[in-house]
């Protein structure tokens, strides 16, 4: 040990930030691992047969699951989802309430990203008045967007919000409703429906493991040289101080 000497204060940086970098490289891994999973069950529900309303209300596991409607929307009460971004360019999610007529159960339905280049107007949009026969599937995030700011309860329609909680849209409208979002596939009834199934895939996930792993690695490797370091100009030291008494 005399030969290794880094100090109190870079040991004590060490031992915090060592284990929080390898902590957070495993964590990355685990998040790439998911996302994987994602992606895979979304694939395989994606290419299945839809089922029906009724169904779709007794799947335990209802993510991606796709799902054949026939009813109408509601076009007074409909959402806007806010800061939804594509290819560059601002805009909105226009999600409406969808009755189905064979199970009786209401759906917000998803139709499409609507460009919103000018704050200062409305989003223009249609809503169809005859029913309709289409379909759709049962989006659920991964997990809970962040918000800095919650969306205020209650307001005039169409309501501009950040994010979609169905449950406290349906209890505020006095319906029995699907607590998750629906996503319409293409058609007559839609606009632009290509939506990335997660915002970050599995292989930035593991990029950005590699780099915590790269950067703990580093850091071990100058608390190593340090400790030689500083041991060799010590021994040097105390070496010139023998020699000058001598």
Same mark, same amino acid.
């Given at each position: 040990?005399?030969?290794?000497?880094?100090?109190?204060?870079?040991?004590?940086?060490?031992?915090?930030?060592?284990?929080?970098?390898?902590?957070?490289?495993?964590?990355?891994?685990?998040?790439?691992?998911?996302?994987?999973?994602?992606?895979?069950?979304?694939?395989?529900?994606?290419?299945?047969?839809?089922?029906?309303?009724?169904?779709?209300?007794?799947?335990?596991?209802?993510?991606?699951?796709?799902?054949?409607?026939?009813?109408?929307?509601?076009?007074?009460?409909?959402?806007?989802?806010?800061?939804?971004?594509? %290819? $560059?360019? /601002?805009?909105?999610? *226009? =999600?409406?309430?969808? @009755?189905?007529? #064979?199970?009786?159960?209401? &759906?917000?339905? !998803?139709?499409?990203?609507?460009?919103?280049?000018?704050?200062?107007?409305?989003?223009?949009?249609?809503?169809?008045?005859?029913?309709?026969?289409?379909?759709?599937?049962?989006?659920?995030?991964?997990?809970?967007?962040?918000?800095?700011?919650?969306?205020? %309860? $209650?307001? /005039?329609?169409?309501? *501009? =919000?950040?994010?979609? @909680?169905?449950? #406290?849209?349906?209890?505020? &409208?006095?319906? !029995?409703?699907?607590?998750?979002?629906?996503?319409?596939?293409?058609?007559?009834?839609?606009?632009?429906?290509?939506?990335?199934?997660?915002?970050?895939?599995?292989?930035?996930?593991?990029?950005?493991?590699?780099?915590?792993?790269?950067?703990?690695?580093?850091?071990?490797?100058?608390?190593?040289? *340090?400790?030689?370091?500083?041991?060799?100009?010590?021994?040097?030291?105390?070496?010139?101080?023998?020699?000058?008494?001598?």
């Amino acid at each position: 040990m005399k030969r290794f000497r880094p100090g109190i204060a870079p040991t004590l940086v060490v031992l915090v930030l060592l284990p929080l970098m390898v902590s957070l490289g495993f964590w990355q891994l685990s998040r790439g691992q998911e996302k994987q999973a994602l992606l895979e069950n979304y694939a395989e529900r994606r290419a299945a047969e839809p089922v029906s309303a009724e169904q779709l209300q007794e799947t335990l596991d209802p993510a991606f699951r796709r799902v054949h409607l026939r009813g109408a929307f509601d076009a007074e009460h409909s959402v806007l989802l806010d800061n939804r971004m594509r %290819d $560059g360019k /601002a805009g909105v999610e *226009l =999600l409406q309430p969808f @009755h189905d007529q #064979a199970s009786g159960l209401w &759906l917000w339905l !998803n139709r499409g990203w609507l460009p919103w280049p000018d704050r200062r107007t409305p989003p223009a949009f249609t809503t169809p008045a005859q029913p309709l026969s289409l379909d759709a599937w049962v989006y659920v995030a991964p997990g809970e967007t962040f918000q800095l700011h919650a969306d205020p %309860d $209650g307001g /005039a329609w169409p309501r *501009l =919000l950040t994010a979609l @909680h169905p449950a #406290a849209l349906w209890a505020e &409208l006095g319906r !029995n409703g699907f607590t998750y979002e629906l996503r319409a596939e293409a058609g007559p009834a839609t606009y632009a429906t290509h939506w990335p199934v997660v915002a970050m895939g599995p292989e930035k996930h593991l990029g950005y493991a590699v780099q915590w792993f790269a950067m703990a690695l580093a850091l071990c490797g100058l608390y190593l040289y *340090l400790g030689w370091h500083n041991a060799r100009e010590k021994h040097h030291g105390n070496s010139h101080e023998s020699t000058q008494h001598v």
